[in-house]
C-alpha cells in the first residue's frame, strides 16, 4: 500500500507541474490518492490498536504517539488533497464529474467520521447521496 501511495504522490506532484493544481485531468488521481491514503490510514490504526494492545507486544508511548501521528497526518493530506478534488468538480455538469464528486463526498465523510466530526460527515453523506440519486434518475429515464 506504502508503495502505491508514493506512486500516486509522485504522479500528483508531476500532474500539477504540467498542468497546474486545479486542472479537471487531476481530479480522478486526487480522488485515488485521497481514497489510498485514506485506507491505508484506517489499515494502519487497526493494526497499531492491535499491536498496543496486545500485552506480549506492548509499545511504548512514544511509539503510540508517533503511529497516531502519522494516521494523523494521512488522514488529513488525503482531506486536503479531496478537498481540492472537489473544488475542481464542484458546479461541473458532466456525469462523470458529478460522479466522481459523490465518490469525493463519500470518502470525505468517511475522514469526517474517522475524525469526529460527525456533523460534517452527515453532510458530506448526503451530498453524495443527493448526487447518487441524481445519477441514477438520469439512468432510469433512459
Given amino acids: 500500500m506504502e508503495n502505491v501511495i508514493e506512486f500516486l504522490s509522485e504522479a500528483t506532484s508531476k500532474l500539477v507541474a504540467a498542468k497546474g493544481e486545479f486542472d479537471i485531468l487531476l481530479a480522478p488521481v486526487y480522488i485515488e490518492y485521497g481514497k489510498a491514503l485514506y485506507r491505508y490510514s484506517v489499515m494502519l490504526g487497526e493494526e497499531l490498536f492491535f499491536v498496543f494492545h496486545d500485552k506480549k507486544h506492548g509499545a511504548g508511548e512514544s511509539e503510540k504517539a508517533e503511529a497516531a501521528e502519522q494516521v494523523e497526518s ?30 469525493v463526498h463519500a470518502v470525505l465523510g468517511e475522514i469526517q467520521t474517522e475524525n469526529e466530526k460527525f456533523e460534517s460527515a452527515a453532510d458530506d453523506f448526503e451530498r453524495c447521496l443527493e448526487l447518487r440519486r441524481g445519477l441514477f434518475e438520469e439512468d432510469a429515464r433512459e
Fill in 74 to 103: 494521512n488522514l488529513e493530506t488525503a482531506w486536503e488533497v479531496l478537498e481540492i478534488a472537489r473544488s475542481i468538480l464542484d458546479g461541473r455538469e458532466e456525469r462523470e464529474s458529478r460522479a466522481m464528486l459523490a465518490d
